[in-house]
Every structure is written in C-alpha cells, then in structure tokens.
C-alpha cells in the first residue's frame, strides 16, 4: 500500500494548511446568536456569503449593502429580528438573525455603512431618460412624490431613507411591488403612498435608472 | 416463487400483514394531509433549519431538496456550522407507490402497491463553531422477503459526513478549508452533478432502474469509511483528496447495517486504499453561477466468497474512474433553473475474472438535467441517462448482446406542499435496456416493459 495514499494522509495535510492560515487569527465566528462574536466577525464570515464581502452583493436576490445609510440598516436588521419586515425573501433568509445584539447591530451597520458606497452599472439598452425624470420628477398628477425628495438628489439616501444608487434593479422593484401591494414592510408606509398610483413600467423604470446613478466608466 | 401448497392460515396472515400495510400508508398520508392543511406551523423542523433559522430555500435551491444554492454550499463547506448549536434530531420520511408497464418479472416487486419506504432519522448540525456534520441512519421497510415472501426490512447506516473547516476571508481573500470523514465517494461534495447527490433524488425500487453505473456511481456507498482535506479559495477554486478503505472495526459504524457474510447486505471490501479526487471552478453572475469540474477514484475491490465473505489472496477487480461535471442555476425569484452534467469513463480490469471474464472492460455514462421551480413551489424536472460499455459474457449476461448498453428519460413534476413536504410524480421511459430496444435479454422482454411511473410523498422533520 502506497503511503501516499494512506486514509491519513490527507488529514495531516489538513493540519498542515491549519497550521499556516492558523496564524493570521483573523475574526471566525459564524455562530450569529453569540453576543460574544463581533459584528465585523458575522459580517465576514455569514453575512458576506450572500451580501458579498464588502457589500457587493452578485446576485439581485440579495441587496446591496455597500454604503448603505446606517439608520436605515440599524432599522431593517430591528424589524428583521423583531419580524416585522415579513417579505418573502427576508423572512426565508434574515428572520434566524433575533439574538443579535444591539452591540453586534451596531457594529454590523458600522461596517456596511462604512464600505466604499455600492458600484452603479453601465445603462444596457434600459430607456434612462424616463427613469431619470420620473426620479427626479415623480407623476404630480398622480400624487407620486419624486424620489430625490427623501433619497437624495442623487439616490444616495439620508437617514432612515436607504441609498438607492447602484442598487440592483430588480431588488428595487421587488420592493416596489411589496410596499405598493402589500403591508409586510410597515415602517416603509410612507412609500405605500408614494407607489400606490406608481405603473408597472414607470416602476422599472426607475428601477432600471437607480442601478445606473453615479457610474464611472 | 411461491410455495407450491401455501396453507389458509398464511394467507390470512399475508393479507392481514398487507391490511396493516395498507393501515400505515393511510395513516402516513392522513398525517401528512393534517401537516398540509394545518395553520399553525409544523413543530419539529429539519435541524440545519433551527440552527440557522432559516427557511429551507435558503440553502435549497427552489426549495427542491437536496439541491443546494451558493449559501448551501458554503454552509456545507464551513462544516455546517453556521447559526447556533441547537437539538440536531431530524427524520424523513418516503411512501410511494409505483407501477411498471410490464410487471410480469420475477425483479418486478410491490407493483402497484402503496408503501411506506424508508423511514430515516439525522444527527445533524454544528458541534462548535468549526466542526458540525450529518449522520443518516435508515430503516427500509421492505428489503428482502422470506421464504414465504413476506417482507423483511433492514436497518443501516446512510450517508454520513462529519467535518472540521474553518474560514479566513479578508477583503483580498476568502479561504475555506476543511477536513471530512464520510462513508460514500461525492456525498462530501456540494453540486448536484456528483454522484451522490445528483438527480433523479427519489427512485422507485423494486423494479427497473439504469442495470450498470461506474463504481463512484454508489457501489461504495457506506461500505467505506474516508478522510480527505479540501479548500475553497475565493469562492472559486476547489480542490479535494479523499481516500478511503473499507469501513470495517473501528470505523464499521459507517457501514452498520452491511456485514461481511451478509448475502443480502454483504460488505463491500477494498484492496488496501482507494483515491477519491475533485476539482472545480465555479463563478457566479448576476442571479447566475455555475461550474465546471472533474473528479476520479481509484480503487480495487476484492471479490466475496460463497459465504459472501472476502478473499484476499486471487487479486480484485481494479476500477479507474474519471469524471467531469458542470452545473448552472440561475436564482431569481420566482424562478429556479438548475441544469447538471455529468460525464463518467471507466476502466476495469478484473485480475480475477470473476465479475469480468473477458479481459479489460470499459464503461461510460451520462447524465444530462435540467429543472425548473415557480415560487419555490411547483417544479419539473427532466434527465436524460445512460450507460454503455464493452461486452462481457460474465458482467452483461442478463443482456442477449453482452453489453450494458441502456438509456432512460426521466420527467419528473413535484410540489412542495410544505418546504418539507414533497409530492412527486416521476415516469421512467426506457429507449434501450441492456443494448436493444427490443427483446433484449432474448426472452422478449422490451426496454419499454421496464417503464414505470411512480409517485412519492418526501417529508422531514
């Protein structure tokens, strides 16, 4: 029997590569209900999987946290952990995070917030003119109020009103639909009222133009 | 065969024992509707879920079990520690019912009969924060039959996987590494191209399936007992060494259930050590991602006496397996498309001419898929499989050609009544069986006659 090829071997080669990463020690816990773990630590470790390691997340089933508004984050992680935010998609994958702490909250918002804010992409064949105006002009006649007037002159947010520049598009309209049809995001009643008169195509428009504010070529 | 004079009193026996069958299918499928239609939300939920809390489509692509998405993956790979060590108990539970085109065949058992299949519990979840796994344990409830053929079930042990792994990820790099323990070749893996994880999920048993596959296909499965080291860089690169031996005295948990001198679940016994590798590139875009591989094993077997014990001193048959695989889903809600592809080449050269009597053989196989899900909820599903090799009197006898030659096409509809309860329907339509479409094993009997549909009811707890 070769020695190579003994059922031990690759164990010792396991160590080995322990041995070396073992030394940077650098944050490792995944265990999101120790109050222990830092916030940066569960960033890193379990909230970069889906969200990308400095808030770029790659697929628009998970948004964009990079350079989010840190009043905004502090609000969505509260009504994730107190189950108040109910859309599908943060009921599947944010309503296990309830024993975070407020330290670890905190902390979680401070990184996010603090990453170089989220990369907008080149405008495709999307009609960005109508997106633009309907951004920066709403529908009067319709009672939809522009979106520069709480997220910005240039989408980036202020407050508890989220950054939408260089979000995913189809993340944005996803929550479009779920304020205007639903009441499963409460603390966003305001946009209800913004939505509620708001077209499908206008809302993609919008979306499709948001995705696009502030790209650098 | 039956007894030639069988008395009233067993058959009373038999048909009330069929009764009681029938009794606990009923009773199963009642509970389950109750399960279905109940409005408070189950109590006992798959363990990987409390731990997490999360919902099982967050590691499950579609919800389609055991398909995984990147975040399952990684899970998976960081040794299933994510979340909070909590109670790691979980069963499954499968009843099906199946019918085969042309039943009339001594392989052809159970048709048309509603069973309740396999019953298995799990010890899964995190131990600490780097080491977590999955034990299955699983009682079939209709094995073998006894001489006057009523059936006998069997208990053994099921996939198991227990892992150490760690991550070091940094803004300019992401590392994850580990080391597994497992007892089948591919179950430590994390695409559903690889052999233990890879579609069709459920099968009907007791009649017709694919009559050949390469020895990483699950010969070896749990009758091996493996240790390998793998890592992950950059959610990228992946590469994997495992080697195993057969799962005997200290580590024959791994294979409890199979015996050397069991006929009916004898134990597998490898030749010294056999080499599982893997490689694979993967990338993800927008709501896509996808990858590329290949993988192999190395390993001999030894042949098994009269007594269904091994024999170690007239050589073994020497397998050589390579494989690639790829696999791409895109992940956008509503929709879920994955699609596997899968390529295996076998040589096998049998010193002992036992299992091959014709000198060095050769086999391939193909498996091609693709599914869809709406809302997490409705899904289908289409594979395309099969098998072919060169001609062997002693391995291929059963065929009239002396080849293995087969295809099948499997279409599958399934709804996810509950995230843990699925409700399927599956046909199995032959075009060639053992190297013809027609009388293959020259008797008469047609790859169509091995055709079957099949209906099953999948729920964990």
């Keep these: 029997?070769?020695?190579?090829?003994?059922?031990?071997?690759?164990?010792?080669?396991?160590?080995?590569?322990?041995?070396?990463?073992?030394?940077?020690?650098?944050?490792?816990?995944?265990?999101?209900?120790?109050?222990?773990?830092?916030?940066?630590?569960?960033?890193?470790?379990?909230?970069?999987?889906?969200?990308?390691m400095t808030g770029e997340s790659i697929s628009p089933m998970f948004p964009k946290l990079a350079g989010q508004q840190r009043e905004y984050l502090l609000a969505q992680l509260a009504d994730f952990k107190g189950h108040e935010r109910s859309d599908s998609?943060?009921?599947?994958?944010?309503?296990?995070?309830?024993?975070?702490?407020?330290?670890?909250?905190?902390?979680?918002?401070?990184?996010?917030?603090?990453?170089?804010?989220?990369?907008?992409?080149?405008?495709?064949?999307a009609d960005l003119a109508r997106g633009k105006a309907l951004f920066e002009g709403g529908v009067p006649d319709k009672g939809v109020v522009q979106?520069?007037?709480?997220?910005?002159?240039?989408?980036?947010?202020?407050?508890?009103?989220?950054?939408?520049?260089?979000?995913?598009?189809?993340?944005?309209?996803?929550?479009?639909?779920?304020?205007?049809?639903?009441?499963?995001?409460?603390?966003?009643?305001?946009?209800?009222?913004?939505?509620?008169?708001?077209?499908d195509s206008d809302a993609q428009a919008i979306a499709q133009y948001v995705g696009t504010i502030g790209f650098r070529p | 065969m039956l007894q030639a004079a069988q008395t009233r009193t067993d058959v009373l026996i038999s048909q009330s024992l069929a009764g009681l069958r029938r009794a606990k299918l009923w009773m199963l499928l009642t509970l389950s509707l109750l399960m279905i239609c109940s409005v408070s939300p189950v109590l006992a939920v798959p363990s990987f879920a409390t731990q997490t809390g999360q919902s099982c489509v967050a590691c499950h692509a579609g919800g389609q079990y055991p398909e995984l998405t990147p975040y399952g993956r990684i899970f998976k790979l960081t040794g299933y520690t994510s979340g909070e060590r909590s109670t790691p108990l979980a069963a499954m539970v499968v009843a099906d019912y199946t019918t085969t085109q042309n039943p009339n065949d001594p392989n052809v058992k159970l048709d048309k009969s509603g069973i309740v299949n396999t019953i298995s519990v799990f010890l899964a979840g995190k131990v600490s924060d780097n080491i977590g796994g999955f034990a299955q344990y699983t009682h079939t409830l209709h094995d073998t039959q006894d001489t006057s053929l009523n059936w006998i079930g069997h208990t053994g042990?099921?996939?198991?996987?227990?892992?150490?792994?760690?991550?070091?990820?940094?803004?300019?790099?992401?590392?994850?590494?580990?080391?597994?323990?497992?007892n089948n070749p591919s179950v430590q893996d994390v695409w559903n191209s690889?052999?233990?994880?890879?579609?069709?999920?459920?099968?009907?048993?007791?009649?017709?399936?694919?009559?050949?596959?390469?020895?990483?296909?699950?010969?070896?499965?749990?009758?091996?007992?493996?240790?390998?080291?793998?890592?992950?860089?950059?959610?990228?690169?992946?590469?994997?060494?495992?080697?195993?031996?057969?799962?005997?005295?200290?580590?024959?948990?791994?294979?409890?259930?199979?015996?050397?001198?069991?006929?009916?679940?004898?134990?597998?016994?490898?030749?010294?050590?056999?080499?599982?590798?893997?490689?694979?590139?993967?990338?993800?875009?927008?709501?896509?991602?996808?990858?590329?591989?290949?993988?192999?094993?190395?390993?001999?077997?030894q042949p098994l006496d009269g007594s269904s014990m091994p024999v170690s001193n007239i050589g073994s048959t020497h397998y050589k397996d390579v494989g690639i695989d790829a696999q791409y889903q895109y992940l956008l809600s509503p929709h879920?498309?994955?699609?596997?592809?899968?390529?295996?080449?076998?040589?096998?050269?049998?010193?002992?001419?036992?299992?091959?009597?014709?000198?060095?053989?050769?086999?391939?196989?193909?498996?091609?898929?693709?599914?869809?899900?709406?809302?997490?909820?409705?899904?289908t599903s289409l594979s395309y499989r099969t098998v072919s090799g060169s001609a062997d009197t002693t391995a291929y006898a059963a065929s009239s050609s002396l080849v293995p030659d087969s295809e099948v096409w499997t279409t599958e509809f399934f709804w996810l009544a509950r995230q843990n309860v699925r409700l399927g329907l599956q046909f199995n339509?032959?075009?060639?069986?053992?190297?013809?479409?027609?009388?293959?094993?020259?008797?008469?009997?047609?790859?169509?006659?091995?055709?079957?549909?099949?209906?099953?009811?999948?729920?964990?707890?």
């Design chain 1, 1 to 52: 029997m070769k020695a190579w090829t003994n059922i031990w071997t690759p164990g010792l080669l396991a160590f080995a590569l322990a041995a070396l990463t073992g030394c940077a020690n650098p944050p490792s816990s995944r265990n999101v209900n120790d109050p222990q773990a830092s916030g940066k630590s569960l960033a890193v470790q379990v909230c970069s999987t889906c969200h990308g």
């Design chain 1, 89 to 125: 998609r943060g009921v599947q994958y944010m309503w296990g995070f309830t024993h975070l702490s407020a330290k670890q909250v905190d902390e979680l918002a401070d990184y996010f917030s603090g990453q170089t804010p989220m990369q907008a992409v080149a405008a495709g064949d």
């Design chain 1, 147 to 199: 979106c520069t007037a709480c997220h910005g002159p240039n989408g980036e947010g202020n407050g508890s009103f989220p950054r939408l520049a260089g979000q995913h598009p189809a993340y944005v309209l996803e929550q479009i639909k779920v304020f205007q049809l639903t009441d499963l995001r409460p603390r966003g009643a305001p946009m209800k009222q913004v939505t509620h008169a708001l077209a």
């Design chain 2, 157 to 182: 042990a099921d996939n198991f996987d227990l892992r150490y792994a760690d991550r070091t990820i940094d803004a300019n790099k992401d590392l994850i590494w580990g080391i597994t323990l497992n």
């Design chain 2, 194 to 301: 690889a052999p233990a994880w890879s579609h069709p999920y459920l099968t009907p048993t007791q009649t017709y399936g694919l009559p050949a596959s390469t020895l990483v296909e699950g010969a070896l499965a749990q009758q091996v007992a493996g240790v390998g080291a793998y890592a992950f860089l950059n959610q990228s690169f992946y590469a994997e060494i495992t080697s195993y031996q057969t799962a005997k005295d200290a580590l024959s948990f791994l294979s409890y259930g199979n015996n050397a001198g069991n006929p009916d679940h004898p134990l597998t016994s490898l030749d010294g050590n056999a080499l599982y590798w893997r490689a694979a590139y993967t990338k993800a875009w927008n709501a896509s991602n996808m990858m590329v591989g290949a993988f192999g094993l190395d390993a001999k077997v």
């Design chain 2, 336 to 379: 879920t498309v994955t699609a596997q592809l899968r390529a295996l080449s076998e040589t096998i050269d049998d010193a002992t001419g036992l299992a091959y009597s014709d000198g060095a053989a050769t086999l391939k196989t193909l498996l091609a898929k693709a599914s869809y899900v709406y809302q997490d909820r409705y899904g």
């Design chain 2, 429 to 461: 339509l032959f075009s060639r069986y053992l190297g013809a479409s027609s009388n293959y094993d020259g008797a008469g009997r047609n790859a169509s006659d091995n055709n079957n549909a099949y209906v099953y009811l999948w729920a964990a707890f």
